[in-house]
Structure formats: C-alpha cells, structure tokens
Nanobody
Framework: QVQLVESGGGLVQAGGSLRLSCAAS????????MGWYRQAPGKQRELVAV???????DYADSVKGRFTISRSGNVKVVNLQMNSLKPEDTAVYYC???????????????WGQGTQVTVSS
C-alpha cells in the first residue's frame, strides 16, 4: 500500500508565502516523477509543477518565478515553496507521484488527499 501525505496548506494574505510538503510511504521500489496539481472551485485540475528523480523541473506559466519545487528525504518527499501568492492561487493542492511498488518497475499513479490553500486579497 502506497500513501502520499500532504502538509502545509493554510490561509495567507496576498504577497505571502506557504510551503507544501508531501511524503511517500509504504511499499515502494522506485519513485519516478513527483508533482503538484491544483483544483479551484468550478475548474479542472491543473498541473502546477513537476520534478523528475534527476531533478528536472517544469512549471505552469502562471507560477513560474514564484513557486519552486524540490525533492528531499531520499527523493521520497516533494516540496512546493510558494512565494508572492495571489488570490488566484487559491485552490486545493494535490500531490502526485508515479511509483513502482514492485521490482517489475511498472508505474502507477498515486494522489494525495489534497490540502487547501487560500490566499486573501
């Protein structure tokens, strides 16, 4: 059983900062790409940022220069440092990971439970 547990959401004023973390645990042979997605009310879930095991990153245009994704904890933890937050960043943020639980190296997609980020104007 694989779990992704998120932490760090909350309420912040516009211009402020928050740091999200997501830790993977359970039966894990290999963790590949990890990332963060978000879903605002009435909108589709969208990619925020992703990072590969090798450290390559990609960001949504709307967060470039403000958000930074990183990995730690022997690459089992993915972090999202969010600076200069705007009201339009308000959403539920979901951690995502492509994980191979077993030596067959078949990837499965896993999601965290989501953490609310609210930015007030």
């Amino acid at each position: 059983q694989v779990q992704l547990v998120e932490s760090g959401g909350g309420l912040v004023q516009a211009g402020g900062s928050l740091r999200l973390s997501c830790a993977a645990s359970g039966t894990i042979f290999n963790i590949n790409t990890m990332g963060w997605y978000r879903q605002a009310p009435g909108k589709q879930r969208e990619l925020v940022a992703v990072i590969t095991t090798g450290g390559d990153t990609d960001y949504a245009d709307s967060v470039k220069g403000r958000f930074t994704i990183s990995r730690s904890g022997n690459v089992k933890v993915v972090n999202l440092q969010m600076n200069s937050l705007k009201p339009e960043d308000t959403a539920v943020y979901y951690c995502h990971a492509d994980i191979s639980p077993f030596r067959d190296n078949i990837n499965w997609a896993y999601w965290g439970q989501g953490t609310q980020v609210t930015v007030s104007s």
